[in-house]
């Protein structure tokens, strides 16, 4: 095991997923409410393991040739998040307990939150960028023997990062049993999500 490579890919699938986004966003609230903590970390972690060994495998350069696939991930992601982002804002202005928010009502089930999961995760072309494209290139520097390395740190960066964040979130679950602390929350949330609308648009504009 070369210990180098595999701190490379580490330290810069860490630098890539440990961001403000809709995906970390909803992380951090759903671990805050103990809702299926496991599983969503186990989704979000998961679905970063299979698009980083993609990019390593080459899948990267396909979705460069195929620019359509990006422009769909973006649109979609736009009224996806959207949405989200206008059910955020609604929330501001809902009284909220702790246990039965309205937000936490509609999110309750396992297959609602799973589709959520899904949805913030890749209806965003930029995770495309990151994990497959930015994340394959560099992989693909090195021979595959060597590669599984720089996969595993990866990989390991993103396990990591998930559970800690899932795990970890409800070390400010006090704060949160005051209204007025979901309701700043759901601003921020509502922030970022329209804050990568924006982003999106751009992009979409910029890659016609």
């Known amino acids: 095991m070369n210990i180098y490579i595999l701190a490379e890919g580490f330290g810069i699938g860490a630098g890539l ?12 609230k759903n671990g805050i409410s103990k809702r299926n903590v496991f599983l969503t970390a186990f989704i979000c972690s998961s679905i970063d393991i299979v698009l980083i060994i993609l990019g390593a495998i080459g899948l990267g350069t396909v979705i460069n040739k195929t620019p359509v696939i990006m422009q769909a991930a973006a649109l979609f992601g736009i009224i996806y998040l959207t949405w989200f982002g206008i059910k955020s ?19 309750k089930g396992v297959k609602a939150k799973v589709i959520t999961i899904l949805a913030l995760s890749l209806l965003n072309p930029h995770v495309y960028i990151d994990t497959v494209i930015l994340l394959g290139s560099v992989a693909s520097r090195y021979p595959l023997n060597e590669r599984i ?7 390991s ?11 970890g979130a409800r070390i400010l679950r006090p704060l949160f049993i005051k209204e007025i602390t979901w309701k ?6 509502g922030c970022v999500m329209f804050s990568i609308v924006f982003k999106l648009i751009f992009f979409s504009i ?3």
């Not at 809709?22 to 951090?28: D, E, K, P, T």
């Not at 390395?149 to 990989?155: K, Q």
């Open 89 to 107: 804002f609604t929330a501001v202005f809902k009284n909220q307990k702790f246990e039965d928010s309205e937000n936490w009502k509609v999110q």
């Open 206 to 208: 910029n890659t016609f």
């Open 157 to 167: 960066a993103s396990i990591l990062w998930f559970f800690g964040l899932s795990y």
């Open 149 to 155: 390395n720089f996969i595993t740190g990866a990989c």
């Open 17 to 28: 997923i440990i961001a403000i986004g809709a995906q970390n966003a909803f992380v951090l």
């Open 184 to 189: 700043i929350l759901d601003f921020i949330i």
